[in-house]
């Protein structure tokens, strides 16, 4: 869950984190195992615009962080007529060629700037009309001591990973490091490897 894996490096950080969730939600249970606190949002829309400006209004916080365009807005009618701590939006966008890259709704006009983790994405911004002084690339952390090991450790891991697996020590084997969802095309790979081993005709070559 990436939420709980950015209030982990925060935490890690010393900064305090605090989970807005609807009560009783896989989301909520997950962040309470993980020692994350928890602010337990009502159900309905109503109790849960009152708790949202509550909790807005009762601490000194630096950012508040959005995950969807729904919570975003839930956040601006909770807080009408006050003040909003400063906001960060994530959303997750279709980076493909045309016209739509960011969900339906998001307030562009009212964004203050961009971050892309890719330049790709940075591109797919750009071609959606948003002007290159108004987005900045920052790409996706990665904790480099997690994977880095001398050989001899690398050796004893890499077999220790085969073993696991059932694999042989001369067995050719492809690995992926990445989100894996449709547009990663992973599926892909996995045909045309399975059509290379039957030996079929790849599509497009056939005389």
Known sequence: MQTLALAAGLAAKGHRQVIAAIAGSPGAQRAALAGVEVLSLPPGIAGRLLALRRAAAAGPWDTIHLHDVPSLKDLGRACVGRAIPRRVLTVRGDVAYGDRVLPAGTPMRKVGHFVAVSEWVWSALVRAGIEEERITVVHTAVDLARFTRNPGQMQTLRGAARVAMGLAEDE??????????????????????????????PPGDER
């Open 172 to 201: 050719f084997v492809v690995g992926t490091v990445l989100h894996l969802t449709a547009a990663k095309g992973v599926e892909h790979l996995i045909e045309a490897v399975r059509k290379i081993r039957a030996k079929e005709t």
